[in-house]
């Protein structure tokens, strides 16, 4: 077993933990027969989710998470929610209602539902996307097969949110890239927490970076701590050393090769829209509790939403449709 996958074994959060590892045969990504850690995880947050966004325009940054543009970070207070248009040089943004500059939030699940799917209904445009951990359509539970000894690919993979591009300790996902296009296309915001998380219907709290709030555990020799684990197998680690020092030589999947833990990945500066480059091995899976085998090589379609539980309605100046209160 790599050295990267015993440290996560070591140090997963036992409140994440479902059901407990267990080796058993998998089929990767690039066809490679090999065996697997086979184990249960929930998210189990160190904090609670949130805040995400503010409510009015007057609120300050304890209220809100924080957005990306052009790899940079912003905080989400009411200022940055009344000069999006200013921001985004655009005069269609309109996030809340200049008359009481209360902010337009999604705070039901249909509101949610809708305005978290890449074709948004322009009944959403304008929103600040805000879902709970309760308004989700699947189990935030998931079933990781993790290869005991990552196999190199022949080239690498792009991460996909589908399986993302691994864990961390607490059991959250680390996703693949936030689809930003399409969330400002709709003029939409969908800030994350300062924990770099946020919440869709389909994968529950996930993170998309790496914050000083994700728990870490020490390597040796002043290393950059290891923050979880890739499907592929090799460990990701915090950008950062002790000293604030970056990693020297690393590859476009933001890898390296350390004499101590072998290949491994760095986390990428918050605000970059992508935890790590790509992935360089083999990938395991991320399947839906229950699931017993893994063969990551079959053709695995994208996770499909089911159907929406109403057609999007007229919604509120909360974000409400019929279903309010449900």
Same mark, same amino acid.
């Given at each position: 077993?790599?050295?990267?996958?015993?440290?996560?074994?070591?140090?997963?959060?036992?409140?994440?933990?479902? %059901?407990?590892?267990?080796?058993?045969?998998?089929?990767?990504?690039?066809?490679?027969?090999?065996?697997?850690?086979?184990?249960?995880?929930?998210?189990? +947050?160190?904090?609670?989710?949130?805040?995400?966004?503010?409510?009015?325009?007057?609120?300050?940054?304890?209220?809100?998470?924080?957005?990306?543009?052009?790899?940079?970070?912003?905080?989400?207070?009411?200022?940055?929610?009344?000069?999006?248009?200013?921001?985004?040089?655009?005069?269609?943004?309109?996030?809340?209602?200049?008359?009481?500059?209360?902010?337009?939030? @999604?705070?039901?699940?249909?509101?949610?539902?809708?305005?978290?799917? +890449?074709?948004?209904? &322009?009944?959403?445009?304008?929103?600040?996307?805000?879902?709970?951990?309760? %308004?989700?359509?699947?189990?935030?539970?998931?079933?990781?097969?993790?290869?005991?000894?990552?196999?190199?690919?022949?080239?690498?993979?792009?991460?996909?949110?589908?399986?993302?591009?691994?864990?961390?300790?607490?059991?959250?996902?680390?996703?693949?890239?936030?689809?930003? &296009?399409?969330?400002?296309?709709?003029? @939409?915001?969908?800030?994350?927490?300062?924990?770099?998380?946020?919440?869709?219907?389909?994968?529950?709290?996930?993170?998309?970076?790496?914050?000083?709030?994700?728990?870490?555990?020490?390597?040796? &020799?002043?290393?950059?701590?290891?923050?979880?684990?890739?499907?592929?197998?090799?460990?990701?680690?915090?950008?950062?050393?002790? &000293?604030?020092?970056?990693?020297?030589?690393?590859?476009?999947?933001?890898?390296?090769?350390?004499?101590?833990?072998?290949?491994?990945?760095?986390?990428?500066?918050?605000?970059?829209?992508?935890?790590?480059?790509?992935?360089?091995?083999?990938?395991?899976?991320?399947?839906?509790?229950?699931? %017993?085998?893994?063969?990551?090589?079959?053709?695995?379609?994208?996770?499909?939403?089911?159907?929406?539980?109403?057609?999007?309605?007229?919604?509120?100046?909360?974000?409400?449709?019929?279903?309010?209160? %449900?």
């Amino acid at each position: 077993m790599s050295p990267a996958l015993q440290a996560f074994l070591h140090a997963v959060k036992p409140g994440a933990v479902l %059901q407990d590892g267990e080796v058993v045969d998998c089929t990767l990504s690039g066809g490679t027969e090999t065996t697997c850690m086979r184990f249960v995880l929930t998210p189990a +947050p160190e904090r609670q989710p949130g805040p995400w966004c503010p409510r009015r325009v007057t609120d300050g940054a304890e209220a809100g998470g924080f957005w990306i543009d052009d790899g940079k970070a912003f905080a989400v207070d009411g200022a940055f929610i009344e000069n999006l248009a200013r921001f985004y040089d655009d005069p269609e943004w309109r996030l809340y209602d200049p008359e009481t500059g209360r902010v337009r939030v @999604t705070t039901s699940f249909d509101g949610c539902f809708w305005a978290a799917r +890449p074709d948004v209904p &322009k009944d959403y445009y304008n929103y600040c996307v805000e879902c709970q951990t309760d %308004q989700i359509v699947v189990a935030p539970s998931a079933t990781f097969f993790i290869p005991l000894e990552a196999v190199k690919a022949e080239r690498p993979s792009p991460l996909l949110d589908l399986p993302g591009a691994g864990v961390a300790f607490n059991g959250v996902r680390f996703n693949g890239p936030a689809p930003y &296009k399409f969330i400002v296309e709709a003029y @939409t915001i969908a800030p994350f927490d300062d924990c770099g998380g946020h919440v869709n219907p389909y994968h529950g709290y996930h993170y998309h970076f790496v914050t000083d709030c994700v728990k870490k555990l020490e390597a040796a &020799k002043g290393h950059a701590p290891q923050v979880g684990i890739s499907v592929d197998g090799y460990g990701i680690f915090q950008r950062l050393d002790a &000293k604030g020092r970056e990693s020297e030589g690393l590859d476009a999947c933001r890898g390296h090769t350390s004499a101590d833990l072998g290949y491994h990945y760095h986390a990428a500066p918050v605000g970059t829209n992508s935890i790590v480059g790509c992935l360089t091995g083999e990938l395991g899976c991320v399947s839906p509790p229950g699931t %017993q085998s893994c063969d990551a090589s079959a053709f695995r379609q994208p996770l499909a939403p089911p159907g929406a539980p109403v057609p999007p309605g007229e919604p509120s100046d909360d974000g409400n449709t019929g279903r309010a209160g %449900q």
